[in-house]
């Protein structure tokens, strides 16, 4: 008799299902009342037998023994097509007539009795039907109808006929069986209302224990989802987790990065290889990878071979782990094998589709891509657009830097055109003098060997020099790309001595150089190095100029920590503290001829080798400007610099 678990509440629904119960329980038990019958009226009617007639004994036995038959019949049909509360009152109805029928052919003992002038065996037959009576109440008390319908007709007629005789003894026996009909009927009354409140509870508490096992369910389903949904979360925290790992590691350049997020994504997506890919048209370029087969950055395959084209149409990240939703199964000729696990997303860059990040296999994935590996392949592939873009820009501004450099060195050099001109000019006209005091004396006939090969190596050494400044003014001139080399600051300063010497004595200028012979190498590019010394040196003559005599300039090196710093120091108005923040910013002069660039750009420079410029106030007069530059063992030595790793565009 199961309820509908949502209709479990209602008060009339309770009672119907106490109903159902109670009229289950009535044919349940009623098997045992009928074989009580059946087996009691036979042996009533073999005591009889002779006592009364024996055809009314017949008809009374047979009546009974069809009332029990339909009984029987009954409870055949209930239990094959009773269901649940339907039909309950069909169902009880039929047995209560039932039992009224069999209460009522009890009920006809009362000829027998009449008909039986032994008072021994009309005690028999009333101790019979008091039996009768409290079995068949027995097996009733499920319905109290069922048991009024038996013990009415069963019990009064004969115990009515009994009230009527004129005899003590049968008048009592008539009293003492109304008196078992109605103890009888009480006591079923009690049972049967009991039966229903226990009913009641039970109902009530399966109603609950189903309302509690069913929010258990719920509970449970709900804890699986969060624990999923948790899993998930974490999952998700790990993948940024693992992400975020391999972009912020100390790597200075776009290759190296792009290499630690294909080994990160191989791991992350049990992908054996990984590459980015440039894509022209058809053609499918190898940037950068990680695989277990022999291929090189630059390599190419026409597009159509790969399971790159999907994606790119797509243009959304796209995933297959042996899954047929995507056939045919591709045969990446450049893997050289089927590919039956794959994650890739298109990169795009400065809004245009570069190529694409991809993660492939030749196995299947035990486990298809989740939802969190297609928005991190979309990420990683945002992050490396990013990353190419950077690149470029940063190779441009380089570019533009290395032009603004060689342009400034330009500037610098056509300012000291004349003292070049005059530095060269010396030698020259040494060099002519000695030549026509060595032909003079030829022509004359009258010199030595000695002596001319002595004018001769005075003409000589003039000319090395001569030669000397002028390849230091084309090396100074040329354009070239930065050259990063280990060396030594000494060195850098011996280089450009004799442009120093120049603006020294230019300007009538005091120069001391202080530095270290035992300094540590620096990771420079000497030309650029040599160009920031020169600005600073001319900064300070030029800010010297108006100033009384003795103007000094001293230049020293010294090791701070792990860089090697280098001043230049003046005897000038230095810089005033209203102006000192903006010296450095470009376009920022004080001269009426300045370009206000020679700082800025010395900054920029200092700034690409990895250190700082930066200026102080003297204690006596002036200012000095430093500038710091890593010792070479700090920095990886061969670096490659943003934008040489083929990222840019063609
Ligand atoms: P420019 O030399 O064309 O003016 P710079 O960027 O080299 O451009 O210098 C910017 C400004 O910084 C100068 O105009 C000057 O005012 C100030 N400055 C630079 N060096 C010195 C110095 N040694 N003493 C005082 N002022 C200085």
């Known amino acids: 008799m199961n309820a509908p678990a949502s209709a479990g509440l209602g008060d009339d629904f309770i ?23 059946l087996m009691v009226a036979p042996i009533l009617a073999f005591l009889l037998w002779g006592e009364v007639p024996d055809a009314v004994l017949l008809i009374w036995l047979v009546s009974l023994t069809c009332t029990l038959a339909i009984r029987l019949l009954l409870l055949v049909a209930h239990q094959r097509r009773a269901t649940g509360i339907e039909g309950v009152e069909r169902w009880v109805e039929r ?16 000829f027998l009795l009449a008909l039986t002038p032994s008072l021994v065996h ?27 319908a038996y013990a009415l007709p069963s019990m009064l007629p004969p115990a009515l006929w009994l009230l009527l005789q004129d005899d003590l003894m049968r008048v009592t026996m008539g009293f003492t069986g109304v008196l078992y009909v109605l103890l009888a009927l009480g006591t079923a009354h009690r049972y049967n209302r009991t039966l229903g ?41 790990e993948a940024l987790r693992e992400f975020y790992r391999s972009i912020s590691a100390p790597r200075r350049h776009a290759g190296d990065q792009i290499q630690a997020l294909l080994t990160m994504g191989c791991h992350r997506f049990g992908a054996a290889t990984g590459l980015l890919a440039r894509i022209e048209g058809d053609r499918y370029e190898i940037v950068q990878l990680i695989s277990p087969r022999h291929l090189t950055p630059g390599e190419v395959f026409p597009l159509a071979e790969t399971c790159c084209q999907n994606t790119l149409r797509a243009r959304q990240p796209m995933a297959f ?31 245009q589709p570069f190529g694409t990040l991809n993660f492939s296999d030749s196995r299947p994935r035990p486990a298809p891509f989740a939802a969190v590996d297609l928005e991190l392949i979309q990420l990683m592939a945002q992050w490396v657009g990013a990353l190419i873009d950077q690149d470029r820009t940063s190779a441009a501004i380089q570019r533009q830097h290395a032009l603004l450099a060689h342009a400034s060195r330009l500037n610098t050099l056509g300012e000291m ?29 009258q010199t030595q060997p000695h002596e001319v090969r002595e004018t001769l190596e005075k003409i000589a050494a003039q000319s090395v020099r001569t030669n000397t400044i002028i390849q230091q003014v084309r090396h100074f001139a040329r354009q070239s790309k930065p050259q990063y080399l280990t060396v030594r600051i000494k060195d850098l300063f011996d280089d450009i001595a004799d442009f120093l010497r120049l603006e020294m004595r230019r300007n009538r200028i005091q120069f001391h150089q202080r530095i270290n012979p035992n300094l540590p190498p620096v990771l420079a590019d000497p030309l650029q190095f040599q160009q920031v010394v020169l600005n600073l040196i001319r900064n300070a003559a030029d800010a010297m100029s108006a100033s009384e005599e003795p103007r000094v300039i001293t230049v020293f090196a010294r090791q701070v920590a792990d860089e090697v710093e280098i001043g230049v120091k003046d005897t000038g108005p230095g810089v005033a503290p209203d102006i000192l923040n903006q010296v450095l910013n470009p376009f920022f002069t004080t001269k009426p001829d300045g370009l206000g660039l020679g700082l800025s750009i010395s900054q920029s420079i200092v700034e690409a080798h990895g250190g700082r410029l930066w200026v102080t106030p003297n204690q006596g007069p002036g200012a000095t400007f430093h500038f710091s530059l890593p010792v070479a063992s700090r920095v990886a030595a061969p670096e490659r610099r943003s934008g040489d790793l083929s990222l840019e565009a063609n």
């Open 15 to 37: 009672a119907r299902r106490i109903a159902a119960e109670q009229v289950r329980l009535l044919y349940d038990q009623a098997p045992l009342g009928v074989a009580a019958s």
């Open 417 to 445: 055109a004349s003292g070049l001109a005059h530095e060269i000019n010396q030698p020259i006209t040494a060099i002519a003098l000695y030549t026509e005091t060595c032909l003079a004396r030829l022509r004359a006939g």
């Open 321 to 351: 782990d042996r899954s047929p939703a995507w056939p045919p199964r591709h045969q990446a000729r450049h893997l050289g094998s089927p590919v039956e696990t794959y994650l890739g997303a298109v990169v795009q860059v400065g809004g």
């Open 95 to 110: 047995y209560i007539w039932a039992c009224g029928a069999t209460g009522m052919c009890w009920g006809g003992c009362v």
């Open 197 to 237: 409140q226990s009913l009641r509870l039970a109902l009530e508490n399966l109603d609950l224990a189903r309302s509690c096992a069913r929010a258990q369910e719920q509970a449970e389903r709900s804890n699986r989802h969060l624990a999923d949904q948790q899993a998930a979360l974490q999952d998700n925290v």
């Open 122 to 148: 009309q005690i028999f037959v009333c101790l019979i039907l008091g039996g009768v009576l409290m079995g068949g109440i027995l097996t009733m008390t499920p319905v109290m109808t069922a048991c009024m």
